[in-house]
């Protein structure tokens, strides 16, 4: 049993042998400026101020995440109301108060490598690039391309009204400019979030009797699948996750299409919106046992 000794239970700790008051004793002679200790001190800064910057991050991204999905409420009432100009102007305030939060993310990421912070900032991006896509299909009937929304992200600002804040250009009289760019990643995410808002504005419409829409927005949704399609499994694993969500609103909207078209006739237009409804969640339970 000797030869065995420390099987079996606990394994003493090389330090054990000391006397505490030796520990301590040397706890108390630790030179503080050496250069390790102080490399390891300038370590914890780095990494504290990196932390603090994290949480910063995800605190903007979460109000532009809130703010976006207002702008989107308020755009789905653009089937209801006859005045549409409107509310596709109090979008558009509602997107500038979400590009200076983004400017803020901006300029928290100055001089820094944003990919180190991405995760922080990417579902925030994701819902502002459904926002904007979303108003952007209702004013043209077209899908914004991500060069049109990071056009839009580039911020400029005169140097006086920035003296106040720490910069390394205080000195100079140039104006400040900050960008942020988003994603090829979270653009083909928010574009694939936008689908699902797609096939709501097809079923309200419906249900305010416009019978045009749908079949618009069935061609429209069609394009985007196949373009999803042609990246497949060969995209992020994000990308390819939400290939599923993008054909259950397609097949909802070709649904409703072809009650239209079948049975348009013999279904009062009050109605409709209600049948859709059934028909739509009758499908996901199929969606559900395959």
């Known amino acids: 049993m000797s030869g065995k000794e420390g099987t079996g239970g606990f394994r003493k700790r090389k330090h054990d042998n000391f006397p505490h008051g030796h520990r301590r004793e040397e706890k108390d002679n630790l030179n503080y400026s050496s ?16 932390h603090d910057k994290y949480e910063r991050l995800v605190k903007l991204s979460r109000d532009i995440t809130i703010e976006s999905k207002r702008t989107i409420f308020l755009l789905h009432r653009i089937t209801s109301t006859p005045n549409g100009e409107e509310i596709l102007m109090e979008s558009e305030a509602k997107l500038d ?91 083909l995410l928010g574009v694939a979030d936008l689908t699902g808002e797609l096939m709501r504005m097809c079923i309200n419409s419906v249900g305010n009797g416009d019978m045009d829409t749908p079949f618009e927005l069935s061609q ?15 995209g992020p694993y994000e990308v390819s996750k939400k290939l599923y969500t993008l054909k259950q609103s397609l097949a909802k909207v ?12 013999e279904i ?17 339970q199929e969606d559900g046992l395959s």
């Open 268 to 284: 009062p237009k009050h109605m409709l919106a209600d049948v859709f409804s059934t028909k739509a969640e009758i499908i996901d």
């Open 220 to 234: 429209f949704l069609r394009q985007i699948y196949d373009g999803f399609s042609y990246i497949g499994n060969t």
């Open 254 to 265: 070709e649904n409703a299409c072809y009650t239209l078209k079948v049975r348009g006739s």
């Open 97 to 187: 108060t979400v590009r200076q939060k983004i400017k803020q993310v901006a300029q928290e990421l100055m001089g820094e490598d944003m990919y180190q912070y991405h995760r922080a900032i990417s579902p925030g991006l994701q819902e502002y690039v459904e926002a904007v896509s979303f108003q952007y299909f209702i004013k043209t009937r077209s899908l914004v391309s991500i060069e049109e929304i990071n056009r839009q992200l580039i911020f400029t600002e005169e140097a006086k009204e920035e003296e106040t804040k720490p910069s390394s250009d205080c000195n100079s009289k140039q104006d400040h400019t900050w960008n942020l760019k988003v994603t090829p990643v979270d653009y």
């Open 35 to 50: 250069a390790v200790i102080m490399a390891f001190k300038s370590f914890q800064v780095e990494l504290d101020t990196r």
